[in-house]
């Protein structure tokens, strides 16, 4: 059964996902280009925004490092900061910076775009296990080469917390499985009939 942790793990993994679609121009909003993977992840809170600042340490912190040091006012770091101050979670994006309600509206349409052809959800019985159900086109490579950058963002973020994860693939699934497979391993891939797991051991990846 799915607590609030295993909630908050779809939440990257969806945001930091949709991130990478709106990057690369395959969720096409004006917002696409101004929410970067690194401020998309850096939303959820519990990542490093908090309301007595950027914790030590933490993803948030690596985002901030970024700037080199000096993190201008407006900046996406910036408004982050209020937002995780302001201990306003994901909403807070309505009501801090970055043109407000326009940009709210772009993620929202981003997400229910991105819910047409992938959702991801969390099952914990043993151990937490994150689901991919995958629904494109053999062809669209590229897309699911964004899918996969996100994805490997998102485990870098919460690879102490989850090392299990199952893609639901019909077409595409060797794309997807070698992308996996030259980060990762062969060795951590298993086949499924609907798909294949991707069980990492270790919390460190191929380089």
């Known amino acids: 059964m799915a607590n609030s942790s295993d909630n908050q793990l779809v939440e990257i993994f969806k945001w930091s996902i949709l991130a990478y679609l709106m990057r690369d121009g395959f969720i096409a909003y004006a917002a696409g280009a101004i929410l970067s993977p690194f401020i998309i992840a850096g939303v959820i809170s519990k990542l490093g925004f908090g309301k007595s600042g950027i914790i030590a340490g933490s993803s948030a912190a690596r985002m901030m490092a970024l700037y080199n040091g000096y993190v201008p006012a407006g900046s996406i770091v910036s408004t982050f900061q209020s937002v995780g101050a302001a201990g306003l979670g994901l ?90 497979a030259d980060k990762y391993g062969m060795d951590a891939l298993t086949l499924t009939q609907n798909g294949f797991l991707l069980i990492l051991r270790d919390f460190s990846s191929k380089i």
């Open 91 to 180: 909403g807070g994006i309505v009501v801090v910076g970055l043109g407000g309600v326009a940009v709210a509206i772009a993620i929202k349409k981003g997400l229910q775009e991105l819910e047409t052809f992938l959702t991801v959800t969390c099952e914990n019985n043993e151990y937490p296990m994150v689901i991919f159900d995958i629904n494109v086109k053999s062809n669209e490579d590229k897309k699911l080469l964004s899918i996969f950058n996100g994805f490997v963002f998102a485990q870098k973020l919460t690879e102490k917390r989850v090392r299990h994860f199952e893609f639901l693939i019909g077409e595409g699934s060797d794309i997807l499985r070698n992308l996996l």
